[in-house]
């Protein structure tokens, strides 16, 4: 029986047809393990290995090299804290001691009602818009305490604080886990077609193998 | 090529403005390449793609043959804007004759400190990217494109999902694209949060599903061996979005932009201690730093009055510039020769409030987070560089530290270590690139903080070590007269 609730069962099997090897699927697939348990467990790396012809140690190898990938239960909201240079120069420490203080959590703690993860994190491309943070990967761009403190205010009453983040992103905002809301989805008769390198042998139809020239649009 | 493109903010507009929905963006009234339809509060949708020339350079590619595609990309002289720039056509030309199949990835892993261009682009105009990524499959015979996004970036992910979504679903990608013999998937792939991801062999590992890190070079192009051994190109995300614009207007009018060696546009994020900091497409070669500082349509000076002390003109690992290095151009050789990079576009100014040391310490540390583990100089020596940077900012630091912060640095970058000339002292630059005892350049990158600010301000490390400012109290009474 799969690890992977009957819905992810299925995301699974699609993601790693997108693949010409199975084990490229090894890391969207542990995105969709956290996106299901919130973190990711050593039974859904074992299933992950079983899906990609891996091992559990070659999952678990390629899974504890990337920091977003957490392998113990963390906040239903991750608050992330620039403090590189961009963010330094304009008060991003600052804001991480206001955050700290005002959770009552150090960076890399979670809060006793399992609310909220804080993270002192690397530039997160927003720098333009120093200091910014982040809440499950979700910009809060120019930030000051008054934007934190209605913030957290907003996912303690169980409301979505995005309208007041970054232009253009809105709606729900989703717990730990879940990155994009959108997934890529594509019906078998517009596919072209993956398929191994090993089984290819020449260049597709449209180059041309001498002078001849290829066709044009219509 | 650009008018109407500026809808909603009253045109004619020499000042320039902030675009609302794409945060941090600033219409400066110049070129539009890449950005030309940010004013669009919809420009993510194929709808609005479509209504405002999308997919155009697509169509005109297919009625050309693979190799003059490819031609018109050379003669763009259309340089990769992810740090090396390293022209594009050239880059496409190293694929080995007679090997398939062949790749492309795109580095969407923008984290370069200071970097923000990749993820509004994403953002703001996934079309535009996927439109490029098309037409160099076309030219190349790739059936298979990767498209990276970084881990981090939700919003970029959804917005690429969707458009992707859209465009297989209009017929623009999949089998037979627009009624041709062309076919090509375009898959979403996205990292899980490592910097060391965007150096292309490690971006490769990654999407083979391993630990990110760089492979040992030669070759020291994926094109040519790549993602599963096989050729494969690997793009910045700006790079491709540009492919669009150049196929529907040619290369002849893309060169009319910038300058003969860095023609076209290329987007600028100047964060820091400026009034009006923002990403601003400029064009290249021919834009000073000076005109983007202190330029009533870009950054309009330093804030409140205050002195230029220093700036990063490429990135978190170019060396360091000063007030005498403001009227070179935006341009990658002239930069180069001058002591640091332009690297991914991303200047970051600091006025005379900012503590030298301290800003050191905090790039510095970002290396020794971001290193990958594998070269012993770079896992080993950028962690050093940290521990003696934090001992001197916290007031532990030593008198013999400075220079053995430069002879730990010395270790992962041997020789001069490129450097922007300091006119007062007489001292001449070190032209740019660092030599490295590493497989890649992130180990050598963490020196630049280093050498940069000691030549300039070792008055201040000498201050921080002698005063010994910040030792913490309770340190400062001996344990044998405690309680006495």
Partial sequence: ?218 | MDADLRDGDGGGIVTGTYVPHAAGYVDNGGPKVVTSRFGHEDSFTLERSLATGGYEGLRTALAMAPDDVHGQIREATLLGRGGAGFPAGVKWGFCPEGVWPRYLVVNGDESEPGTYKDRLLMERDPHQLIEGCLIACYALGLTQCFLYVRGEMALAQERVAAALNEAYAAGYVGREVLETQFSVDITLHWGAGAYIVGEETALIESLEGNRGMPRLKPPYFPAAIGLYGQPTIVNNVETLANVPWIMANGAAAYRQMGSEASPGTRMFAISGHVVRPGVYEVEQGITTFRDLFYGEEYCQGIRDGHELKMFIPGGGSAPWFFAEHLDLPLEAREVGAAGSMLGSGAIIVMDETTDAVKACHRMVRFFARESCGKCSPCREGTSWEEKILARILNGHGRPSDIDLLLDVGDNISPGPYPVASHADEGLEAVPFPPRQTTICPLGPSSVAPITSTIRRFRHEFEARITRGDGIPVAAAVPAGEAGS
Wanted: with cysteine.
């Fill in chain 1, 1 to 218: 029986m799969s690890w992977f609730d009957a819905a992810n069962e299925r995301i699974a099997r699609e993601v790693l047809a997108r693949y010409p090897k199975p084990k490229s699927a090894v890391i969207p697939l542990l995105h969709l393990a956290q996106e299901q348990e919130g973190w990711v467990t050593p039974d859904a790396m074992t299933e992950i290995a079983e899906l990609t012809g891996t091992t559990a140690a070659e999952v678990l190898g390629t899974a504890s090299f990337y920091e977003m990938f957490k392998f113990h239960p963390v906040g239903k909201y991750v608050v992330n804290v620039c403090t590189n240079v961009s963010c330094q120069l304009l008060g991003g420490e600052e804001l991480l001691d206001h955050v700290e203080s005002t959770l009552g959590v150090r960076a890399g703690g979670t809060t006793d009602d399992g609310l909220f993860t804080v993270e002192d994190v690397e530039c997160v491309a927003a720098c333009t818009e120093a200091p910014c943070f982040t809440v499950n990967y979700r910009y809060f761009h120019r930030a000051d305490v008054d934007i934190l403190n209605e913030v957290v205010a907003d996912i303690r009453a169980g409301r979505s604080p995005l309208e007041r983040g970054a232009a253009g992103d809105g709606g729900e905002l989703p717990e730990h886990g879940t990155l994009g809301r959108v997934r890529q989805h594509v019906t078998a008769d517009r596919l072209a077609g993956v398929v191994a390198p090993e089984q290819v042998d020449g260049p597709p139809s449209w180059m041309p193998t001498s002078a001849t020239a290829t066709e044009g649009a219509s």
